[in-house]
C-alpha cells in the first residue's frame, strides 16, 4: 500500500507538471549551449517507480538534459526505437501518460531468421509487454509497434513529433540497414519534427563492418541528411574524454557490460561508460 501511495503521489505531480509544462522549441544550438531542463521531464526523471539499477546509470545517461534537449515534452507524439529493457521507457510512458503518445517501436521477431536473433528480439518483446501490463498508471497508454527492420515502417507518414534512438546506429549500419532506418524516420515525422541520435562516438570515421561499437560523428550526419534531415543541434551532455576509444572488445569493454578480465576493472570503471555523441535533427 505504502507503494502505490507514493506512486499516486508522484503521478499526480507529473500530471500537473504535464498539463503545464510549455514544449521546448527546436532551434539551433551549439555543442557547448546549455540545456534548459522542462519541469515535466525533471518529474518522470525523478520518479519513485524507477528500477534503482537504472537510476544509477543516470550519471552517464542524463536523460533530464538529453530529453529535453530533444524538445520532448507532454502533448507530443514520441517514437523510441528499440527500446530493449525500458530504460527510457520507464520515463517517457509516465512522461506521456496524461497528454501525448510513448511509441515503444521494435524488432518484429517473425521478421528475424530462426535462431538466437529471433529469439532475442522475442524475449525482448515479451519483457517490455510485462513490463507496460504490469504497471498500466504508468504504462497503459503506451503503445508497441513491430517493424521489420529491412523495411521499417513506424506508423503512418507524417504523425510523430519525435523519434529518438540510443545507441543503435552501429548496429544499423553493420547489418547494411541504416539507410532504411533513417529514411523510416524522415517518413513518420511530421514537418518539423525532431530525431533524436545519442551514439557511441569513434575518433573518427569507420567502416560499415567495424565491430568496436563506435561510429565518426559526421557518418551519423551524413547519413541523416541524406534521408533529408538538417542537422539543428548538438550537445556534449553525453561526452566522456576519459574513453580512448581504443578497447579490445570495443565499447562492451566499458560498463555497463564490462567485457574485460577482472584484473582490468579498475580501469574500466575509473574510464566509466562510452563517449556519446548527442545529435539533433529536424525535418523541414
Not at 32 to 59: E, L, M, S
Not at 67 to 83: C, M, N, W
Not at 107 to 117: I, K, L, N, S
Amino acid at each position: 500500500m505504502k507503494t502505490r501511495s507514493l506512486t499516486t503521489a508522484c503521478l499526480f505531480t507529473l500530471s500537473t507538471l504535464l498539463l503545464s509544462a510549455p514544449a521546448l522549441a527546436t532551434k539551433p544550438a551549439g555543442p557547448n549551449a546549455q540545456i534548459a531542463i522542462t519541469p515535466a521531464v525533471q518529474t518522470a526523471v525523478q520518479g519513485t517507480w524507477r528500477d534503482p539499477a537504472n537510476v544509477k546509470r543516470d550519471a552517464w545517461r542524463h536523460p533530464a538534459q538529453t530529453l529535453s534537449f530533444f524538445g520532448v515534452a507532454p502533448g507530443k507524439t514520441v517514437i523510441e526505437i528499440t527500446p530493449g529493457g525500458g530504460w527510457y521507457a520507464e520515463i517517457l510512458g509516465p512522461l506521456l501518460h496524461e497528454k501525448g503518445t510513448y511509441v515503444a517501436a521494435v524488432v518484429d521477431p517473425m521478421a528475424v531468421p530462426e535462431g538466437r536473433g529471433r529469439d532475442y528480439q522475442q524475449r525482448s518483446r515479451d519483457g517490455l509487454d510485462k513490463k507496460f501490463a504490469a504497471n498500466a498508471a504508468l504504462y497503459g497508454k503506451s503503445k508497441v509497434v513491430a517493424y521489420n527492420p529491412t523495411a521499417p515502417q513506424f506508423g503512418a507518414d507524417n504523425s510523430a513529433d519525435v523519434v529518438l534512438t540510443f545507441r543503435n546506429v552501429h548496429n544499423w549500419r553493420s547489418a547494411n540497414q541504416a539507410e532504411g532506418m533513417f529514411t523510416g524516420f524522415y517518413k513518420v515525422l511530421k514537418p518539423g519534427g525532431v530525431l533524436g541520435v545519442v551514439e557511441h562516438r569513434a575518433k573518427a570515421d569507420v567502416p560499415a563492418d567495424d565491430k568496436s561499437g563506435y561510429v565518426g560523428q559526421k557518418q551519423v550526419i551524413a547519413m541523416a541528411e541524406a534521408a533529408g534531415f538538417k542537422l539543428a543541434g548538438s550537445s556534449e551532455i553525453n561526452a566522456n574524454p576519459r574513453d580512448t576509444k581504443d578497447h579490445p572488445n570495443g565499447v562492451w569493454t566499458l560498463p555497463p557490460t564490462n567485457q574485460h578480465d577482472k584484473a582490468d576493472d579498475a580501469k574500466y570503471q575509473a574510464i566509466g561508460e562510452s563517449d556519446r555523441m548527442t545529435l539533433r535533427f529536424v525535418k523541414p
